[in-house]
């Protein structure tokens, strides 16, 4: 059995909802107004806003699935203490 992979992924990498309450976003002033610029994620596991979350699955395309469906994704620390306990 292929032992599965670990994969990272940045918030524009993802097509999350723009409503899903992991997003963290800031206000920017532009010439046509004011708009959401999404800052990255907030993690499931510790409510720490993080860059990029982390996740383990058969392949890239099956773990970008499994965020955007809200079952997985952990910020890095929370992903290393997964990983740590796993074994
Ligand atoms: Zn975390």
Partial sequence: M?????????????NLNP???????????TKSGTVQVIDGFKC???????????????SRDEAKHLIEAGEIGMCGECFAEYLAEKE
């Avoid at 409503?19 to 002033?29: F, I, M, S, T, V």
């Avoid at 499931?44 to 058969?58: I, K, P, Q, R, T």
């Fill in 19 to 29: 409503k899903d309450h992991r997003l963290q976003y800031h206000w920017a002033e």
């Fill in 44 to 58: 499931g596991g510790c409510n720490w806003e993080c860059d990029s979350l982390y996740a383990e699955a058969n």
């Fill in 2 to 14: 292929a032992r599965p992979g670990v994969f990272r992924f940045t918030a524009d990498e993802l």
